[in-house]
């Protein structure tokens, strides 16, 4: 993307999150990655009359290329951590999500927003008002909950026991103190008490495998028994989910991490067909997708800090919170969650 739009959309995002004379923005970034991010981080900073700087880390000398969640990279730099402490504001264009830097970070009142997905990605999902409005409904809705169950033609019927953790609400900026967001998002989530998920879910084609970046070919069926996944059964999709998790040796990744839904109707489900899906936020937020995710729940509070995190995001599912529809077959029935155009439909 040209360089001045780059700018551009980010004076949007950081105006959206409050960014203002006398603030301090600080921007991470790891190697030669994201650097045109950065300066265009740094420009919108100035353009707001806020000071800023760049906190370049070097390369990793991880060559494993694994997706292991947990690994900030600043482990061992605790200068880097305390000068980020000290920012109203965090850009994180290297992706720390759930590590404990991060989260010593927000402790410290350091809003952070991470800005990883491809250019055009973040053009076309540029946070609104409007849309953190219908997030915040609906994480709301959530907060209030004692049980989840979600339900699907293709025989999914799994039910969460709710109330232990808190509720998450990501919108794609963040304005309050000590927040976290990602750009661009659009759902909520919650996660169920560490023994309090049991059912059948059952993926279906078209159902998406994060961090796979693939769509489900061959349905799966997983068992959940007490919060873990008790069995795997199917085709080639289940071999590949199944070896995978195997392949961390760490029976925690079988446990039953956020469960939620999306609600961007500009987020396409076919989206990983039109670029290599970077993050997958696009996926995660698609309009009506219900999506569960297996391995950590750290990031709720909870004890599981394994590194083995899948997100699937399901197509046509319905979810009911205490007995209440809140998503029918893939779409959204409470009309406050509804964008405009849609809510006389
Ligand atoms: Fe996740």
């Known amino acids: 993307m040209d360089q001045n739009l780059l700018n551009e959309i980010c004076v949007r995002q950081l105006t959206l999150s409050g960014v203002h004379e006398g603030e301090t923005v600080a921007v991470l970034s790891q190697g030669d990655e994201r650097l045109d991010y950065a300066d265009a981080f740094l420009y919108a900073a100035s353009r707001l009359g806020a000071s800023s700087y760049h906190l370049r880390l070097p390369n990793s000398l991880d060559l494993s290329g694994a997706w292991a969640v947990g690994d900030s990279g600043l482990g061992g730099n605790p200068e880097a951590v305390e000068a980020l402490k000290r920012a109203d504001m965090l850009v994180d264009l290297k992706f720390l999500l759930f590590s404990k830097e991060q989260f010593a970070i927000q402790d410290a009142g350091t809003r952070i927003l991470t800005c990883v997905e491809p250019a055009p990605l973040l053009a076309r999902l540029m946070p609104t008002p409007e849309l953190r409005e219908r997030v915040e409904v609906g994480a709301e809705l959530l907060a209030k909950a004692s049980t989840m169950r979600i339900t699907s033609p293709a025989g999914t019927d799994v039910t969460y026991r709710l109330g232990v953790y808190p509720t998450m609400s990501e919108y794609g900026y963040t304005d309050t103190p000590g927040r976290w967001d990602h750009w661009p ?89 039109q670029f290599p899906g970077g993050m997958g936020m696009e996926l995660r937020s698609f309009y009506g997708n219900v999506m569960f995710s297996i391995g950590p729940n750290n990031e709720l509070g909870g004890p599981n800090d394994t590194p083995c995190h899948f997100d699937i995001p399901m197509r046509g599912c319905s979810l009911f919170l205490d007995d209440e529809p809140i998503v029918r077959d893939g779409d959204i029935v409470v009309p406050e969650m509804r964008p405009a155009t849609r809510r006389t439909q």
């Not at 998406?208 to 999709?237: A, H, K, M, S, W």
């Open 185 to 273: 998002a659009a759902f909520v989530f919650t996660g169920g008490a560490d023994d309090g998920v049991d059912g059948t879910i059952v993926l279906s084609p078209g159902d998406v495998l994060l961090p796979f970046n693939t769509y489900v070919q061959t349905p799966v069926t997983l068992t959940v028994e007490q919060g873990f996944i008790t069995d795997i059964r199917g085709g080639l999709d289940a071999d590949l989910l199944s070896s995978y998790i195997t392949s961390f040796d760490d029976p925690r990744g079988y446990g039953m991490s956020h469960v939620g839904w999306g609600l961007d109707e500009r987020a396409q489900w076919h989206g990983l067909t």
